[in-house]
């Protein structure tokens, strides 16, 4: 009967999870979850252990796993195989993985200006936080300057950010929100989250932390 239910599902839906591939599902949350190995909140200036001796004010950065094997798999599969309902569950997969002071919103890392994806894989990833944690997600940041994506760049390139790279839109500020947490897919040298981070304190929100999918180790 199982088997039937999951054939019917398939015909619906023509989706398999790509973990354990299963009919009809976009991803298992289990098995999503399996993939995850959280280590704890690293600083976000050094990507190193946290609490840091080097930067006391550094906020700190969840994260899933470390950008290889399956968690990378992922990843790649979300952003360049335009499977966006994929990134709501490694949202959720996420949320049940990590322990963090909950904010009054989740803000997520816009696309570039000139991104040929159908969606923003960051949004999709804070959707699936916002749905398990109750939080909701606030898109009030985008791209100031026109900017080479970070994966096509390299890596002394991603180290930095021109000033004023994020823009703040106001209009797109919720009633109440005082505190928010920063969501990406991936971290790789942090600057895009730091850069978001400011734009965002300038704008009088205090920014509690990050978190991201997955985090690419090896940074300054």
């Known amino acids: ?17 790509p973990v354990c591939g299963r009919a009809g599902s976009t991803g ?23 609490p840091c001796d ?3 004010l550094a906020f700190p950065h969840y994260f899933g796993a470390t950008h290889k094997g399956p968690a990378r798999q992922l ?4 952003k360049y195989g335009h499977h966006g309902a994929l990134g709501i569950s490694m949202g959720r997969a996420l949320a049940a993985c990590l322990s963090f002071p909950l904010p009054d919103a989740l803000v997520p890392i816009p696309l570039h200006n000139e991104s040929p994806r159908f969606f923003n894989q960051s949004e999709k990833i804070a959707q699936g936080l916002s749905l ?24 002394y390139a991603r180290s930095k950010l021109p000033e004023g790279a ?7 500020l919720k009633a109440g929100i005082r505190t928010v947490m920063i969501c990406d897919d991936v971290c790789t040298t942090g600057a895009t989250i730091l ?19 997955t985090l690419a180790k090896g940074k300054k």
């Not at 994020?166 to 797109?172: M, Q, Y």
Request: proline share 5%.
């Open 166 to 172: 994020f823009k703040l839109d106001e209009r797109r």
């Open 54 to 56: 080097r930067h006391t």
């Open 1 to 17: 009967m199982a088997g039937i239910a999951s054939l019917f599902w398939h015909v619906l839906f023509p989706v398999a999870c």
């Open 195 to 213: 850069g978001a981070a400011e734009t965002l304190a300038k704008g009088g929100l205090q920014v509690l932390g990050s978190a991201s999918f």
């Open 75 to 78: 990843i790649h599969l979300l």
């Open 28 to 50: 298992c949350l289990g098995c999503i979850k399996g993939v995850l190995s959280p280590s704890g909140p690293v600083c976000i200036e050094c990507l190193n252990c946290y």
């Open 132 to 155: 398990e944690l109750g939080v909701p997600v606030m898109n009030c940041l985008s791209w100031n300057v026109r900017i080479h994506p970070r994966a096509l760049t390299k890596s």
